[in-house]
């Protein structure tokens, strides 16, 4: 056997599932969005490396932080809530007749 194809040691007599379909899939939505953000952030970040690495060398250069004035409101964005599936509610009349057609189906 070649090293890649070693049997697992915890499979137990478990069959191997053949995975199908795509596993690099394309983004979903605006992809000339996703690129301009991309562009952005390649941008920013060679900025950064540039400023930290002349400061780093003591070449000259001063690190800034830029804050946000006075008075503007910072949005905090955190992760979105789930969606629930809204809730049934059922008669004993209707769960009566479930149970009834459960117990003779075939």
Do not use: C
């Not at 049997?7 to 605006?30: D, L, T, Y």
């Not at 809530?81 to 509610?89: F, G, I, L, M, Q």
């Not at 009566?96 to 117990?103: G, V």
């Amino acid at each position: 056997m070649a090293s890649g194809n070693l049997k697992a040691a915890n499979r137990h007599g478990k069959v191997v599932k053949q995975r199908k379909g795509k596993f690099s899939k394309p983004p979903k939505g605006s992809t000339e969005a996703a690129k301009q953000n991309r562009a952005i952030t390649r941008d920013v970040n060679l900025k950064n490396e540039l400023e930290f690495s002349r400061k780093a060398t003591s070449s000259g250069g001063t690190l800034r932080v830029l804050k946000a004035p006075e008075g503007s409101e910072t949005v905090i964005r955190g992760p979105k809530p789930k969606k629930r599936a809204p809730t049934v509610v059922k008669t004993p009349a209707q769960l009566q007749a479930e149970k009834n057609a459960s117990k003779w189906s075939y």
